[in-house]
């Protein structure tokens, strides 16, 4: 049987799968992204592997191993780039992903973090947790509406296009949104905008893929451009946003609030975001239902059969 190294533990159906045609290494006791050591132990060791977020595979580490055993890193998630996907290729190792399996929930997660942060609701739990609410009063604790509001969308893929469809359908609201490639169909009434426009936006969602052409797309300049009542939100990756750009912009007051599900360095989180009331931190929770994971891991398991069964995977990166 080919060997499998899967590098986190996964829902059982999806090993179940996966046991039933590989000889499985799992790292069942372990929640913590490969060590550089193990990275290139993986690559030497293994015919398959199944890595997932912070199993960073640098153009170093394939160096490293300049003739892996591995033929394949079926990556489990979306985003992936921790991945040096021109490395692996010259290396001779396919790359995939499973996209499609994450639309929906991460759209769920965005508007639950506009909701969140607009009408204070973290803060309002953490009031009463800590018995501190007094009741009822006519100026206690007033957010900010969401309904017929204006969103900017920063990325209109599948992701941008279910938050477009979730904040029109939903809650009437005014899209906006700005995409590095035009945009055939974004399937609701929305207009296509440069990202200072839609950083202007009373909400501002970002759904770009991580990656060298994103790093830092939000900096200190673009934050300059929301509005002092501006919201923003980040469900795609951490270092798409300039961390401590957004910090002094919420510090500073020139923007109301923010809602955080990635962060630049996690799982480290800055203790100023952690201090700030009018910020909604999120632990990584963007596809963090059950049917969700089963999905994705059947998705990567899915791409290894194919590899296996010499055909081509459905979703090489």
């Not at 007094?134 to 206690?140: A, I, K, Y």
């Not at 309904?147 to 893929?157: A, E, N, T």
Request: charged share 20%.
């Amino acid at each position: 049987m080919p060997t499998l190294l899967i590098t986190r533990l996964l829902p059982p159906r999806v090993l179940d799968v996966a046991r039933s045609r590989f000889d499985v290494t799992l790292r069942a006791e372990e929640n913590r992204v490969l060590s550089p050591d193990e990275l290139r132990a993986s690559l030497r060791d293994f015919d398959y592997v199944l890595p997932t977020l912070g199993d960073r595979y640098s153009a170093q580490v394939f160096a490293d191993v300049p003739h892996p055993r591995a033929r394949m890193l079926a990556n489990f998630g979306v985003g992936y780039n921790h991945i040096d996907v021109a490395a692996a290729r010259a290396a001779g190792v396919i790359v995939t992903n499973t996209p499609g399996a994450v639309t929906d929930a991460t759209a769920d997660i965005a508007m639950m973090l506009i909701l969140m942060t607009a009408r204070r609701a973290g803060e309002g739990e953490r009031l009463l947790r800590a018995g501190r609410w007094e009741g009822w009063g006519p100026t206690q604790m007033l957010g900010a509406p969401v309904s017929g509001k204006r969103v900017g969308i920063i990325g209109m893929g599948r992701i941008g296009k279910a938050i477009a469809r979730r904040c029109h359908a939903g809650f009437g609201m005014e899209v906006v949104y700005a995409n590095r490639s035009p945009v055939e169909d974004p399937g609701v009434p929305a207009r296509a905008v440069g990202l200072t426009e839609a950083m202007a936006a009373d909400y501002v969602v970002v759904a770009v893929p991580g990656g060298a052409a994103t790093h830092h797309l939000i900096d200190a300049v673009a934050l300059a451009a929301m509005p002092p009542h501006g919201i923003f939100v980040n469900i795609s990756r951490g270092d798409v946003v300039d961390e401590a750009a957004l910090v002094a912009a919420l510090a500073e007051g020139r923007i109301a609030g923010a809602g955080l599900d990635v962060y630049e360095f996690e799982p480290v989180v800055p203790e100023a975001l952690k201090a700030m009331e009018n910020v909604t931190l999120l632990p990584h929770l963007g596809t963090a239902a059950l049917e969700v994971r089963e999905a994705m891991g059947m998705l990567a398991v899915r791409n290894l059969l194919a590899v296996l069964d010499g055909q081509e995977p459905p979703n090489r990166v």
